[in-house]
């Protein structure tokens, strides 16, 4: 049975600057097979022909296609829910993009949503104008709820900071389309083609790769060169599908024998520990 699959970047494919082992042979291998993939990246700033140009400068051989972002889930998300509405952005350029493309306009006064992305450019201003106009009665849309995002000189605050303040200071709960919501990775899927029993979900985070693949019903692999350690395992009341060293140990063997396996006893047969 073919399929394809979804990839988590930082901590799978490359450490800051660094490309992981294993990476690169797996992509020219799904290529060359022409099996479907996307990689997925929970970072509304940059729209996906940055992220694939930051790829390619991997050496690896990436189209804009081959790459699904937070705020482009975020932006069709919107669209369906209401064509040709109006958002307040506290975000970047990925963003915006994305709700441009999809039939948003930019405002700001009396918006129909409040969307929150990372930046580094965030103000108390912008923070007391999104309060004022999620009080009067705009929605509150997270790109994603990551409280962190790791960079090359270690951790800054995320979308999910920002927004935490946000639901604080107005009462109100916001709506998050990104990793692990379904909606992000239904979408990847729906981008890929492909049916959920066909699509493999490789991630190294439990809370938002591996989660959100669980909740959908994808199969999984987690990756041990990122955020989780093997002995991390046991706080979730969840696992993966499989568990591997790095992407190094992940062929095509082993995504079809997940393609393949039934749902019922996808875990029995293939978890194994650390492969």
Same mark, same amino acid.
């Given at each position: 049975?073919?399929?394809?699959?979804?990839?988590?970047?930082?901590?799978?494919?490359?450490?800051?600057?660094?490309?992981?082992?294993?990476?690169?042979?797996?992509?020219?291998?799904?290529?060359?097979?022409?099996?479907?993939?996307?990689?997925?990246?929970?970072?509304?700033?940059?729209?996906?022909?940055?992220?694939?140009?930051?790829?390619?400068?991997? /050496? $690896? @051989?990436? !189209?804009?296609?081959?790459?699904?972002?937070?705020? =482009? &889930? *975020?932006?069709?998300?919107? #669209?369906? %829910?209401?064509?040709?509405?109006?958002?307040?952005?506290?975000?970047?350029?990925?963003?915006?993009?994305?709700?441009?493309?999809?039939?948003?306009?930019?405002?700001?006064?009396?918006?129909?949503?409040?969307?929150?992305?990372?930046?580094?450019?965030?103000?108390?201003?912008?923070?007391?104008?999104?309060?004022?106009?999620?009080?009067?009665?705009?929605?509150?849309?997270?790109?994603?709820?990551?409280?962190?995002?790791?960079?090359?000189?270690?951790?800054?605050?995320?979308?999910?900071?920002?927004?935490?303040?946000?639901?604080?200071?107005?009462?109100?709960?916001?709506?998050?389309?990104?990793?692990?919501?379904?909606?992000?990775?239904?979408?990847?899927?729906?981008?890929? /083609? $492909? @049916?959920? !029993?066909?699509?493999?979900?490789?991630?190294?985070? =439990? &809370? *938002?790769?591996?989660?959100? #693949?669980? %909740?959908?019903?994808?199969?999984?692999?987690?990756?041990?060169?990122?955020?989780?350690?093997?002995?991390?395992?046991?706080?979730?009341?969840?696992?993966?599908?499989?568990?591997?060293?790095?992407?190094?140990?992940?062929?095509?063997?082993?995504?079809?024998?997940?393609?393949?396996?039934?749902?019922?006893?996808?875990?029995?047969?293939?978890?194994?520990?650390?492969?």
């Amino acid at each position: 049975m073919a399929g394809g699959v979804l990839l988590d970047m930082d901590g799978v494919i490359y450490h800051g600057s660094e490309l992981i082992d294993g990476a690169s042979e797996l992509i020219h291998e799904l290529l060359d097979r022409e099996i479907p993939f996307r990689f997925l990246t929970n970072n509304s700033q940059r729209n996906r022909r940055d992220i694939a140009t930051k790829l390619q400068r991997f /050496g $690896l @051989p990436i !189209e804009e296609k081959h790459v699904y972002t937070c705020a =482009m &889930a *975020t932006a069709r998300f919107l #669209a369906r %829910q209401k064509p040709g509405g109006t958002a307040f952005v506290i975000g970047e350029g990925g963003l915006m993009t994305a709700l441009h493309h999809n039939g948003f306009s930019i405002v700001d006064k009396d918006p129909d949503y409040v969307v929150v992305g990372e930046g580094r450019m965030l103000s108390f201003e912008q923070l007391e104008t999104a309060l004022r106009m999620i009080l009067a009665g705009a929605r509150l849309i997270a790109t994603n709820m990551d409280p962190n995002c790791p960079t090359e000189r270690g951790l800054r605050p995320g979308c999910g900071a920002t927004v935490a303040m946000l639901e604080a200071a107005s009462g109100m709960k916001a709506f998050s389309v990104g990793k692990p919501s379904p909606v992000m990775l239904s979408d990847a899927c729906r981008d890929l /083609g $492909l @049916p959920l !029993e066909q699509v493999v979900m490789v991630g190294d985070t =439990m &809370a *938002t790769d591996i989660l959100g #693949a669980v %909740q959908l019903g994808l199969r999984s692999i987690l990756v041990l060169t990122g955020s989780t350690r093997i002995e991390d395992l046991t706080q979730f009341a969840y696992k993966p599908d499989v568990v591997v060293d790095s992407i190094a140990k992940i062929d095509l063997e082993l995504l079809e024998n997940l393609w393949d396996v039934e749902a019922d006893g996808l875990t029995r047969e293939l978890q194994a520990g650390v492969a």
